[in-house]
């Protein structure tokens, strides 16, 4: 009959540390699940030569984990799913008995996050001693150089733009609405087409965005520029235009910088703070743009029958392309509200520096 061994345990914002009291343990055996660790192994524990094991339901979500066992010991250390100081570790509220605090490794919250500051604070003063030094081995990598070019392209085309629809409409005012489409639509053709070469940094695991809202907003801008504008005649010449690039550039000009610096690991807080901060206003006009262009096109579809489904004959006429229109709005509302949730959690991720108390 299997027995418990003793464990030790505590914590940091985005770990656990278990510590088994097992010497010389051997077919060890450990499993996570959603919240649960299973360990079983043989060894030296508290009864003597044994098989021992145990579960822990752990309070939330864990992800991975690594193991190293020593010949005293043996060592693991979970990733939690999601950063955070938990109030305590297990899911039921009395600790099981043959768990303790490992008061070699035990932090406070406070402790932990004086901690990640201390460590924070050494990383600047590294940067502020030399601010621009290139971290060479790392820039020279094949996949840094790519991704830093990548950016630079899309950094380049959408500042040319921005710059361009700026210049513009102090010089013209609102008559240099009218001519966005003829005087833009080659580079953000361009762009946005190579942007699609996101979704497969992604799906190669070359950056670590999620698959959900990199396609989303790839696929989204596509279809709106190439079938929405670029098909329609009708729509070139509308006022719409230059908002839904105004602000797709606005971003760009933004977000392809920061990723710059950060192949080059430069961290430069202004921007940083710039990136995680301004799609708060510009996401949701964007959307309320591209909105505007929905509906204006609908009636340029029903009239024009461009993209019109032909249906069988005993119906005897074709369904507008206007009809996909209306379903492809609540995609849009529900790809927003997801691409900001996305966009809020790394916003907390990366900025956040607030106190998180236990409950
Ligand atoms: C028939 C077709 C139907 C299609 C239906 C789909 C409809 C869906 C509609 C959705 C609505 C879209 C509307 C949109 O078009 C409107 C606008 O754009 S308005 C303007 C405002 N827009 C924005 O603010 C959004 C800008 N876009 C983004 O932020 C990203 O595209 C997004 C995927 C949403 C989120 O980005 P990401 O997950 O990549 O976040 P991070 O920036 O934090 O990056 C995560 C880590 O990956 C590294 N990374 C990512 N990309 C690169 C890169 N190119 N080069 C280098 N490194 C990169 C990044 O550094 C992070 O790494 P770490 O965490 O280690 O720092």
Redesign the pocket.
């Known amino acids: 009959m299997p027995l418990t061994p003793l464990v030790y345990w505590a914590q940091r914002h985005e770990e656990v540390y278990l510590r088994i009291e097992l010497t010389d343990a051997r077919n060890i055996s450990i499993h996570v699940h959603e919240n649960v660790l299973h360990f079983a192994a043989q060894g030296n524990g508290a009864k003597g030569q044994n098989e021992y094991e145990f579960n822990l339901a752990f309070l939330l979500p864990v992800k991975t984990k690594v193991h190293k066992s020593t010949q005293r010991q043996v060592n693991i250390t979970v990733k939690k799913e999601q950063w955070g100081w938990w109030e305590r570790l297990t899911l039921q509220e009395r600790r099981p008995v043959f768990l303790s605090p490992d008061f070699d490794r035990w932090l406070e919250e406070s402790d932990a996050e004086m901690e990640i500051r201390e460590k924070e604070e050494r990383k600047n003063r590294l940067k502020a001693a030399r601010p621009f030094s290139l971290n060479i081995s790392g820039f020279i990598s094949l996949k840094t150089g790519y991704?830093f070019v990548?950016?630079l392209v899309q950094f380049l085309g959408y500042s040319w733009m921005f710059i361009n629809m700026t210049v513009r409409l102090v010089i013209f005012g609102k008559d240099s609405f009218y001519d966005t489409f003829h005087t833009m639509s080659d580079v953000m053709y361009f762009c946005q087409a190579l942007s699609f070469v996101?979704i497969l940094?992604v799906a190669l695991g070359i950056?670590?965005?999620?698959i959900g809202?990199?396609v989303?907003?790839v696929?989204?801008?596509n279809?709106?520029l190439f079938i929405i504008f670029g098909s329609l005649e009708q729509m070139h010449r509308q006022p719409v235009v230059f908002f839904v690039f105004y602000?797709?550039s606005f971003?760009e000009l933004v977000?392809y910088p920061?990723?710059m610096l950060?192949?080059i690991n430069v961290d430069w807080k202004p921007l940083t703070w710039l990136?995680y901060s301004?799609?708060i206003p510009?996401?949701p006009?964007?959307?309320l743009s591209?909105l505007a262009g929905v509906i204006q096109s609908i009636p340029i579809f029903d009239e024009t029958r461009l993209f019109s489904i032909p249906l069988p004959e005993a119906i005897g006429t074709s369904l507008s392309f206007s009809c996909l229109l209306y379903p492809?709005v609540a995609?849009?509302f529900v790809?927003?509200y997801f691409?900001m949730r996305?966009?809020y959690k790394?916003r907390q991720k990366?900025l956040s520096t607030k106190k998180r108390k236990a409950n």
């Open positions: 991704l990548y950016n996101e940094n950056v670590h965005s999620p809202p990199t989303g907003q696929l989204g801008r279809f709106f602000l797709w971003i977000r920061f990723y950060g192949c990136r301004i799609w510009l996401y006009l964007g959307v591209e492809y995609v849009m790809g927003l691409n996305h966009l790394q990366r």
